[in-house]
T-cell receptor, first 112, second 115 residues
């Protein structure tokens, strides 16, 4: 079945890089997404990667995709306190209605 | 500005009551979705709609109902049949481009509490 797994918590020092990891099971997924959720708010799309890509960079964000291992990572360079949030990995399932399969989310805590 | 608006932000319900959560979008998106979020869990799909007057059950539709009479609106009713309705509810929308759905845009959520 379809499943997405993430570690639940990550703590980093301000200015360091953060790496949030995700594994998924649906090998037919065409798009994989990273969303950010701040407390009490909805989800904000950060970035996405198409399955035929290995890497995508967008300013401080770098997404790496290892399709063979079904592993996705999000690297945030120069992590700031404003980056503290929950980060969700999601894959678009093989159904045609954009059903997104979400992981449980990784809570990123940035400390001085 | 275009976006998705959910209301109310907080909602309290007595046991045995039905309540309706509002979701409106002015993005001209075809597809709309309702997700439920519980602490420590990912989002779970309740219902989705690809076009007006059509909607389909998601993974956890029991105890919920929806309607899609207008493209802009996709209200969710939490009925008394839903045994554990306390949760954070998120509405989302997306558009199909050449038959391929784009990423989903989310509203700010409604926190429902049963008292």
């Amino acid at each position: 079945g379809e499943d997405v797994e993430q570690s639940l918590f990550l703590s980093v020092r301000e200015g360091d890089s953060s790496v949030i990891n995700c594994t998924y099971t649906d090998s037919s997924s065409t798009y994989l997404y990273w969303y950010k959720q701040e407390p009490g708010a909805g989800l904000q799309l950060l970035t996405y990667i198409f399955s035929n890509m290995d890497m995508k960079q967008d300013q401080r964000l770098t997404v790496l995709l290892n399709k063979k291992d079904k592993h996705l990572s999000l690297r945030i360079a120069d992590t700031q306190t404003g980056d503290s949030a929950i980060y969700f990995c999601a894959e678009r399932g093989s159904g045609g209605y954009n059903k997104l399969i979400f992981g449980a989310g990784t809570r990123l805590a940035v400390h001085p | 500005d275009g976006g998705i608006t959910q209301s109310p932000k907080y909602l309290f319900r007595k046991e045995g009551q039905n309540v309706t959560l509002s979701c409106e979008q002015n993005l001209n998106h075809d597809a709309m979705y309702w997700y439920r979020q519980d602490p420590g869990q990912g989002l779970r799909l309740i219902y989705y709609s690809q076009i007006v007057n059509d909607f389909q059950k998601g993974d956890i539709a029991e105890g919920y109902s929806v309607s899609r009479e207008k493209k802009e609106s996709f209200p969710l009713t939490v009925t008394s049949a839903q045994k554990n309705p306390t949760a954070f509810y998120l509405c989302a929308s997306s558009v199909f481009v050449s038959g391929t759905p784009t990423e989903a845009f989310f509203g700010q959520g409604t926190r429902l509490t049963v008292v």
